[in-house]
């Protein structure tokens, strides 16, 4: 690999105190606390961590959403500024797709304005010729037919609207895809559908995808590399396969043993000696 | 398994739940039967739209006003859904009480814990100070470090574990004979997850204790439930042992959920996923309600529903072809 997509450098955010000398006795919480991940071409990188570790925040920096108080971010070699002053080009190709799909999405718009939205602020990524196509032609990337474009989120399933919000980031010929708990809320029969999409979209797309989620299990199934993020750093990252057979880091594997598994043999539940190890 | 001698503690028998709404009432559940048993939990399983949750607010008695409840729900030999609403407010509380999925907007907000779990101790007849001898005692019992300390907080003080445990305090507090634990750690991360379910083990052995756990997450269900029962759409798909469902299951609902579980201790490839989403009970399909997402259905599926019955010992399946499924 050359140099990466996306390159973050000892970033640091800080929460409360610094701007209101009004509250001088407010303690200032450090969110991200110095840390730095890559992430490759076409690589799907994980970002694990238990609630309150910071990985929607480093995810916030990233997309632009958040103002980090220290360090880099590069993005395909070029700096990556903080949200509010990128330019069109970094900011298009960086796009977000959130936990609840229902919230994400405008409820008084129909789909196919939802979609073509991201086309007025990107004129350089709206289609040249008829609108409506391309949308139904992003549409049916996601796995929805024409059906759903004059409906409006509260119309579709949560899976359906978890789709219009990939094609709405897609619309902008993103080339970072960043998932904060993409498919957390969806049940695990459409969550499937949602991983197996992502899997064929980066493929398609040639995107790199920076996954961030709680769930093992999923990130076993499509992750490349794995980051451990607890309380603001990064504990530990590497392959998926070293860190699921190899965790290095104590917490690492403190978080693969609490993590469950489909347990399906002929035994009894498991017995209150066995658990007490946990 | 050794088989349980013990009659059933709650039997859930054809329970049919109508909840009224805009477009006319929807049978949130229907033809719903299963048995708990004292000292062992069966778990409710479903995706959204199964009518979970609505289960475990029937059984409690806390359904929406306006629904229509028929069948039966007998505990030992008393028939909930026939006596009158002063013995079910007793029953609930005292004989069935219930942990809810999120303690932060179960809890009152403006009551310190300890005054909350003593309040239901007081019901029983106890004195304040006894009452609040007695939280401190429960919340110990609940895995609270400091207890004493801790009962002078407010909800809002605590952590996202440490509330669930005081839910569970407050749980306890009657006595009950059963718990309803309606997904009881899916808020949680996975390190405090492990910890409360084991918490909620212990205490269900030490107490003998029958618990109904409902959640999505299969995971969970076959590491503590003794029984399951697969629920799609408001109607049962499957139950039976958990071992029996999960490793011989007899429909193709249940082989499915466990197929999109991804693995973390193995490696699996990407589950081949189920097509469409979930039914729901105000769009219920005809016949079969699983038939439109099944890769083994025929023309019968989609014209019949089928009953819910005995394939082996303790076994049920509401497959038309649960023969055929032969594993």
New interface residues.
Partial sequence: MTTALLDVRDLRVGFGKSRRPWRPRGHRVEAVAGASLTVGRQETVALVG??GSGKTTLARCVVGLTRPSGGTMTFDGTPLPPGTHRPPALRRAVQMVFQDPRSSLNPRMPVRRIVAEGWAAHPSAAPAGDRTAAVRDLLDQVGLDATVLDRRPAEL????CQRVSLARALALRPRLLVCDEAVSAL???????I??LL?DLRRDHALSILFIT?????V???ADRVAVMRAGELVETADA?TL?DKPAHHYTR???D?????????????S?ES??R? | MTAPTEPPLLRVENLRVELAGPAGTTAVLDDVSLAVRAGRTTGVIGESGSGKSMLAMAIIGLLPPGSRTSGRLLLRDEDLLAVADRRRRQVRGQEISMIFQDPLSALNPSQRIGRQVGEILRRGGRSRAEADRAAVDLMAQAGIPEPERRARAYPHQFSGGMRQRAMIALALAGDPALVLADEPTTALDVTVQARILWLLRSIQDERHMAMLLVSHDLRVMSHVAHDLVVLYAGRVCERGPTRRVLGHSRHPYTRALAASVPAVHTTSALAAPLPGAPASPLARPSGCPFHPRCGLARDRCATEVPVVRQIAPDHFTACHYAEELEP
Wanted: glycine letters at 6%; charged letters at 30%.
């Fill in positions: 238990e609630s399933s949560g899976g359906q049940d695990v029969s459409v969550q499937a559908q991983l197996r899997v709680h769930d093992l299990g999923v076993r199934q499509i396969a699921f403190e978080l693969l609490a993590a469950l598994d489909l347990e399906v043999s002929e035994e009894l539940p498991v209150d658990e007490a946990r």
